[in-house]
């Protein structure tokens, strides 16, 4: 992802950045600085366009394993009753 790259840029910049003697402060390169935010700005849209499209893809995919599950589940249903009407009629055939 672009955006966590910018963020590792932005991190190492205050990492390379002179502290003050006094107070503990740094002078940072504001220029170099604002281009990172302005940078950031621009990718977080791409990034965010790709996140939404994993979530419908993993929505859909979702989606899909449900419908295949609940026909799995009617089928298996419609066996059951199959096989318990036929047990019943081999029964009711012995008894006879």
Known sequence: MEILDLVDQLEELVIQS???????NLVVDRKRMLDLIDQM????PADL???TEIIQTRDEILDDAEDRARESLQQAERERSRRLDETALI???HER
């Not at 002179?18 to 503990?24: F, I």
């Not at 700005?41 to 977080?44: D, E, H, K, T, V």
């Open 49 to 51: 366009k790709e996140a």
């Open 91 to 93: 029964r009711e055939a």
């Open 41 to 44: 700005r621009l990718a977080i």
């Open 18 to 24: 002179r502290r003050l003697p006094v107070g503990g």
